[in-house]
């Protein structure tokens, strides 16, 4: 027979007391003595008891129209780049350090966004954290109907009025070029994420603008889909031609380790020797003794944190108008980028 599972009403026979005293002694901050929450606690213990989450918050959400769950639901794709499993943590850590816990759901692709948000709904989440997708205008109006705050991390929509947190990507890619220029690279390659992505689509602007800027055209460009594999293939088709490109900036990091690997290994090239290589991000493995990559850094830490605190505030106070913050990115030199010999 299946065991039964032990109730508050269980835990308030055994104590002596009222259920209501028993979902007290659970809610930091109510009032109850010290002797009879830990006299509850203690008999909790014992019985094997915890408390229901989930029901303790809907609860909540009938009587409190500030805090209805207290969870936050964040949708994200691309979980398998190192970039984006770090950020989640962070985001994790600084969500429930302001008493907030967090409902992840990943998704294929931005197409999936609104099926993702539709069901995290069910749950009356507070607010709801966009990790580089889309929010369309139609599920916008509908979280904002239902006092639900949303924040864009990674992304903007124009014309879209909700918080959003971004590096600025074009300004990122100009950057990208204007080292690869000055290093003296003249045939400079491009290796973009997914198709129609417009972070991806921003960075490639700002680098093709900055090159234009300097007498150069973009000397060759690929797809390397935001995954390591990706870049290593795209690597492969770039350095198959007759001729070759003498620098190569990646959309991110995770592509350009892929570069850096197809070369190493599968081409006997040498970088930079053989051609200079920019990432994009600066996740940790840039930096390791082996890569050494040289990189546009995002801030995340600081991106992370205003994001928390500016979805925190909406979410306690719902009538906050929109803030919309975008940083610089930082350019990172390690060992990948060979510069000019003067004279």
Not at 207 to 214: G, I, K, P, T
Not at 227 to 256: I, Q
Request: hydrophobic share 40%.
């Amino acid at each position: 027979m299946a065991k039964r599972s032990i109730t508050s009403y269980d835990v308030a026979k055994a104590a002596g007391v009222s259920q209501s005293a028993v979902s007290r002694a659970f809610s930091p901050g109510a009032p109850i003595s010290k002797k009879k929450r830990q006299l509850i606690l203690n008999v909790a213990k014992d019985l094997g008891y915890q408390p229901n989450a989930i029901a303790r918050s809907m609860s909540t959400a009938r009587k409190d129209t500030h805090q209805r769950s207290g969870m936050v639901g964040v949708i994200v794709t691309r979980l398998q780049d190192p970039f984006f499993a770090q950020t989640i943590a962070d985001f994790s850590r600084l969500i429930q350090a302001q008493g907030w816990q967090m409902l992840l759901f990943t998704v294929d692709g931005e197409g999936d966004v609104n099926t993702a948000l539709n069901t995290l709904m069910q749950y009356k989440i507070d607010g709801v954290v966009i990790l580089s997708a889309i929010l369309s205008e139609q599920m916008a109006k509908v979280c904002r109907a239902q006092g639900i705050p949303v924040m864009l991390y990674n992304r903007s929509v124009e014309g879209l009025d909700v918080n959003h947190v971004q590096i600025h990507n074009h300004d990122g890619g100009r950057l990208a070029a204007d080292f690869l220029v000055e290093a003296g690279h003249r045939r400079i390659a491009f290796i973009g994420g997914e198709d129609g992505d417009a972070t991806s689509a921003a960075r490639e602007a700002g680098f093709v603008e900055r090159l234009a800027e300097a007498g150069l055209s973009l000397f060759s460009r690929e797809s390397g889909n935001y995954t390591f594999e990706g870049g290593a293939e795209a690597a492969l088709r770039l350095f198959s031609r007759s001729e070759r490109p003498d620098a190569v900036f990646c959309a991110s990091d995770v592509m350009a380790l892929g570069v850096m690997h197809a070369a190493r290994t599968e081409m006997g090239l040498e970088i930079p020797d053989d051609f200079s290589l920019i990432g994009f991000d600066d996740i940790p493995a840039a930096g390791w003794p082996g890569h050494g990559l040289t990189t546009i850094r995002q801030p995340v830490g600081r991106m992370i944190s205003e994001a928390v605190e500016c979805l925190v505030s909406n979410m306690r106070d719902t009538s906050l108008a929109p803030s919309k913050q975008r940083f610089e990115g930082q350019l990172i030199l390690r060992k990948t980028v060979k510069r000019a010999q003067p004279g």
